[in-house]
């Protein structure tokens, strides 16, 4: 009897695999031909579909990610794809993104403001703990 409910309880628990994403960003400032690292920051985060979780560097860039496995029809569960899609947000600079990444690969994104000489770079390896 008890092993019959223990499997009945088992059987109507969902599973959920999490998202933790490496991410390195960087923002740097070009100063008389020379590049100058302005900022960066180095996190390990958990990051949830339909919330976008916020993360801000020292020169007050906002980072804005969320992410979800991409469904797959061939195997029960999550895939090894996953989607994340992200906004970069400062007083001059509002771009947002999407990237398609298996688990375990890197990715980058890097914004560019030439008329200020900046450059903002974001490198993303999706990871589950």
Do not use: W
Request: charged share 25%; with cysteine; proline share 3%.
């Amino acid at each position: 009897m008890i092993k019959k409910f223990l499997l009945l309880l088992l059987l109507c628990l969902n599973t959920y695999a999490t998202i933790f994403v490496e991410v390195v960003m960087t923002h740097e400032k070009d100063f008389e031909g020379q590049t100058i690292l302005m900022s960066e920051l180095h996190f390990i985060e958990n990051i949830q579909p339909e919330k976008m979780s916020r993360f801000v560097m020292k020169s007050k860039i906002d980072l804005l990610l969320s992410g979800q496995f991409v469904d797959s029809g061939e195997i029960y569960g999550p895939g090894a794809m996953v989607r994340i899609e992200g906004r970069v947000l400062s007083k001059t600079l509002s771009k947002s993104f999407e990237l398609s990444l298996n688990l375990g690969t890197e990715g980058d994104v890097v914004f560019s403001e030439p008329e200020l000489g900046q450059k903002t770079k974001i490198k993303i390896k999706p990871v589950v703990h």
